[in-house]
């Protein structure tokens, strides 16, 4: 069954593999399990097992690869 009232953009903010910060615990980190929109709350972590409301994390951006301290430089 499709339902309409399902918010997509809040599915696609809180998605799996995402690193979260509890709000109430700050420095606390945590990863997305995953999001199920039809539960209440949604949104899974991967070592809590109490599913969190939207307004109880802040997605933190992952860190960019390091670049490696050597670069090959090739001729053609």
Avoid: S
Wanted: hydrophobic share 35%; with cysteine.
């Amino acid at each position: 069954m499709f339902n309409a009232d399902l918010d997509w953009e809040e599915a696609f903010i809180y998605r799996p593999g995402l690193p979260v910060e509890l709000k109430t615990r700050p420095g606390t980190y945590d990863t997305i399990a995953r999001y199920e929109a039809t539960m209440v709350p949604p949104i899974w972590l991967e070592q809590d097992p109490r599913p969190r409301y939207p307004h109880e994390l802040r997605v933190v951006c992952p860190l960019p690869q390091t670049i490696p301290a050597q670069v090959v430089e090739t001729r053609l």
